[in-house]
Every structure is written in structure tokens, then in C-alpha cells.
């Protein structure tokens, strides 16, 4: 043996191979992992852009979320209000923002028919965004007054046929998911109905209280406690299963109109170049959130089901949503300015 070999004894190999499988696991760690750990990040508040004003169905599920994420992440998720012009003015303000994480966007169903319903957008309802993950959908109810002879979704259609004037339906404004909702009905069943668009839910749902309009899709959480008080008629709902909510009230597409489901949905977004890792580390929290019991229970309570998933499952069905929305709206002929 020369004098310059070393002897490598056993507990030494044990040890080096001990070394060798610790530097091997720590490259087989996602690349997310890693990066977000040397990032740092957060390091600070994140802030949750929300396109509505505060109490609707929106702000209420961001809130919900924004309190748990910040507990998964270690800080807090800030909620801020950018109402105006269905949820636009919130959404350009978002693409436009620093593509670092720290600034989220509670994306929508109304961010899928504004590609469509408006002429111009400051922004790019594909290109600007990056889909962190889903968060919930909340189908609507067709709802009638309880003095129209309609006690089923046959009675509705016989109603629109026989009627002269065909049977009216009020939506919270042309262009959003209650007006489209009755439009793609319209397109399906080939009734007689006229839109009457109303500045919001609230104003809308009244007349159809007092009975100035004979109808309404309107979201689940508006027209539930009507329902439920006997002052409002519920004869379909626009998912695809039944809600919980209302187990005894039929969904369009077991009423004869195959594949119809429409609903309000919910999904997280961030500015276009927000680095992966925090898109993964963010949709891993999402998700973590939307298993925990508490948040699916106060769901629940909104009529609104869970539905996590992975970033590139929200981006198809985002996409999937425009161009099903394209069709609508050209078919109804809405336009917004």
C-alpha cells in the first residue's frame, strides 16, 4: 500500500453514504421548495384584490379565505375593494401590479364574460392573469312569484308558449351570470322571454316580489331565504346536481335540458410573471384551506361547494368559460361600455 492511500473504514462509508443520500434528497426536492425558501417569501402582507364592494357573495368568500391563507402562509391576506364596472376596475388594477406575490386577484365567472361583453378592457382576462387555483362555484335558481301559475319547470315553459307577451325575467344587469344564465335557457329552449335588467340584485328581486316581472336566475344566497319565507317560487337550479339547500327542487338538465349547468364561480389569480414556486406554494395553501371543515361548512351555508384544484385546472376551465360566454353574449346581443 502506498503511503499516501487513505484507508476508508466501514463507520467512515456508512457515514459518507449517509452525506450522499442527504445531498440527493435535498435536489429531489420540488424546485418550488427550494426557491420559495431562498426567496423568502412572504415577507410581508399580501393583498387580496376583490372586484366588488364589500357584503357580496365575492367579498364574503375572500374574506373567508384571505383569514385562512394567512394563517397557512404566516401572513396576513388583506382584503381591498376595487369595485366599478363589473369587477374591471379591480382586475386592471391587479394586472398591472408587481408580479412578486403579493398581490392576489379573487378571479370570476364575470372576468370570463367581460372578454366578450366589453368592446375594450384595460386588461387581458388570459394573458394578464395567472391561475393560482379554484376556490368555489354557487349555482343560481330560476325563481318565480308565487302568484304565477307555474309550479314546475312545465308549467314555465307552458306559460311562455301560451302567454302573448312570453314570460319576462329580471337579472342584477345585462351582461352578468343571472342575465346569461336566462339567455343560455333562452338559446336552449326557444321560449319567448324578455330580459328586463335591473341596477343590481336587490331592486331586482323586489319587482319580482311584487310582481312587476314574472321571473329570475338569480345566485343561490339572494334568492334563498325568499324561497325558504314562501314569498319567491324556486323551480329549477342551474348545476348540474341538486343543492343540499334545496334537495326537492330539480336541476335544469334533469328537467329536460340536458348538459345545462351554469354557476357562479370563484377562483384565485395573480399578475402574469408571478414566479411558479409562489404559485405552487400558494395553490398548496388554497387547497389546505378549502379541505379544512370550518371553511367547507361556511361555504355551505352560502350554497357555494369547494373546488380545489390544480392551477392549470383553473386555466382550462377559465378558458372554457370565455369562449362558452362568447357565444351567449353574442347570441343576446349585450354590450357594455
Known amino acids: 500500500m502506498s503511503p499516501h492511500t487513505t484507508t476508508i473504514t466501514a463507520p467512515r462509508r456508512r457515514l459518507l453514504a449517509l452525506a450522499a443520500a442527504a445531498i440527493a434528497c435535498t435536489t429531489a426536492l420540488p424546485l418550488q421548495a427550494q426557491t420559495a425558501s431562498a426567496m423568502g417569501w412572504p415577507a410581508k402582507p399580501i393583498k387580496l384584490v376583490v372586484g366588488y364592494a364589500a357584503g357580496g357573495a365575492t367579498d364574503v368568500i375572500a374574506r373567508l379565505v384571505a383569514v385562512k391563507l394567512g394563517d397557512q402562509l404566516g401572513q396576513p391576506v388583506v382584503v381591498d375593494n376595487r369595485a366599478g364596472a363589473n369587477s374591471n376596475v379591480g382586475a386592471e388594477a391587479v394586472a398591472r401590479a408587481p408580479a412578486d406575490g403579493y398581490t392576489l386577484y379573487v378571479y370570476t365567472i364575470a372576468n370570463t364574460i367581460n372578454a366578450s361583453l366589453y368592446p375594450k378592457l384595460g386588461y387581458d382576462p388570459v394573458k394578464d392573469f395567472e391561475p393560482i387555483g379554484m376556490i368555489a362555484k354557487i349555482p343560481n335558481i330560476l325563481v318565480v312569484n308565487p ?3 307555474v309550479k314546475n319547470l312545465a308549467d314555465y315553459v307552458r306559460y311562455a308558449k301560451e302567454s302573448k307577451d312570453g314570460i319576462t325575467f329580471a337579472s342584477s344587469g345585462s351582461g352578468s351570470s343571472i342575465h346569461l344564465s336566462g339567455e343560455m335557457f333562452k338559446m336552449q329552449s326557444q321560449l319567448k322571454m324578455l330580459h328586463v335588467p335591473y341596477r343590481g340584485s336587490a331592486p331586482a328581486v323586489t319587482d319580482l316580489l ?11 344566497p339572494s334568492a334563498l331565504p325568499h324561497v325558504q319565507a314562501g314569498k319567491l317560487r324556486a323551480i329549477a337550479i342551474t348545476s348540474a346536481q341538486r343543492s343540499p339547500l334545496l334537495p326537492d327542487v330539480p336541476t335544469l338538465a334533469e328537467s329536460g335540458y340536458a348538459g345545462f349547468d351554469v354557476q357562479s364561480w370563484f377562483g384565485l389569480a395573480a399578475p402574469t410573471g408571478t414566479p411558479r ?14 379541505a379544512q371543515p370550518e371553511v367547507r361548512s361556511r361555504l355551505q351555508e352560502l350554497a357555494a361547494t369547494p373546488d380545489s384544484g390544480t392551477p392549470d385546472k383553473m386555466r382550462s376551465f ?12 353574442k347570441a343576446s346581443g349585450a354590450t357594455a361600455e
Open 210 to 220: 311584487g310582481g312587476q316581472v314574472d321571473s329570475m336566475f338569480d345566485n343561490t
Open 318 to 329: 377559465a378558458a372554457a368559460e370565455i369562449k362558452r360566454w362568447r357565444e351567449v353574449v
Open 277 to 290: 414556486p409562489v404559485v405552487e406554494q400558494l395553490n398548496a395553501a388554497l387547497n389546505k384551506v378549502l
Open 147 to 149: 302568484k304565477l301559475p
